[in-house]
């Protein structure tokens, strides 16, 4: 059940620019991996989800494109709840998350794909 939201969460993210996808696939793996081997592989080998899923698992790093989406995504989504709390102390918490958070996003190693780059420059 939670697995199969995820994976519908993340397929929603490739479309929505404010819905990040790689920690709901990741998550949607996380809870195929037990409940359902078969499907937990072909997630792994889908055309779009499976390089998401090797390159944290094997490297635990994700793409450029991911980390830069994905760090745009939590200060938009921040921002938003910072601007909507009523209490002074509850937007203190929350930049300090914001804070905690992305400074451990955006020191996620980088590991880009050789298929996704050209073979002569």
Request: glycine share 4%; proline share 6%.
């Amino acid at each position: 059940m939670v697995g199969s939201l995820s994976l519908c969460l993340g397929f929603l993210g490739i479309f929505l620019p404010i819905l990040p996808t790689t920690p709901f696939v990741l998550l949607a793996s996380a809870c195929f991996m037990r409940s359902s081997p078969t499907f937990h592989r072909w997630l792994h080998q889908h055309k779009t989800f499976g390089p998401i899923l090797d390159n944290w698992h094997q490297h635990r790093a994700v793409t450029n494109k991911v980390k830069w989406r994905g760090a745009v995504c939590m200060v938009a989504s921040f921002t938003f709840s910072i601007w909507i709390v009523p209490h002074y102390w509850l937007k203190v918490a929350l930049v300090v998350m914001l804070i905690i958070l992305l400074s451990w996003f955006i020191r996620l190693p980088v590991m880009e794909h050789l298929a996704d780059e050209q073979e002569n420059h």
